[in-house]
Nanobody, 121 residues
Framework: QVQLVESGGGLVQAGGSLRLSCAAS?????MGWFRQAPGKARDFVAA????????YYADSVKGRFTISIDSAKNTVYLQMNSLKPEDTAVYYC?????????????????WGQGTQVTVSS
């Protein structure tokens, strides 16, 4: 069992930046970030694989968001720059135990509690 603890959400103006953190209690194959806006499905944002060090991004955040890892702390970060009102959502950290379709939420075995990000116009 892996526990994920998120932090770093908040309120920011459009064009601003936020950094989300997710501390994991154990090492898994991949870690990802998803988001869910009110009344919408949960969408893939970004992911990182520990083994290959590969990163993956949704087209909507490519060039604005960066996923990174602190191996010593078993923590994954999501640096979000040039934020837009449409980025407003609850952001979830997730961890997957083995190789699989990391852009799909069904792949992940463990989920954080979620953190609210609100971008005002």
């Amino acid at each position: 069992q892996v526990q994920l603890v998120e932090s770093g959400g908040g309120l920011v103006q459009a064009g601003g930046s936020l950094r989300l953190s997710c501390a994991a209690s154990g090492r898994t194959y991949a870690m990802g970030w998803f988001r869910q806006a009110p009344g919408k499905a949960r969408d893939f944002v970004a992911a990182f694989t520990w083994g290959g060090g590969n990163t993956y991004y949704a087209d909507s955040v490519k060039g604005r968001f960066t996923i990174s890892i602190d191996s010593a702390k078993n923590t994954v970060y999501l640096q979000m720059n040039s934020l837009k009102p449409e980025d407003t959502a609850v952001y979830y950290c997730a961890a997957g135990s083995k190789y699989g379709p990391i852009r799909r939420d069904a792949y992940y075995d463990y989920w954080g509690q979620g953190t609210q990000v609100t971008v005002s116009s």
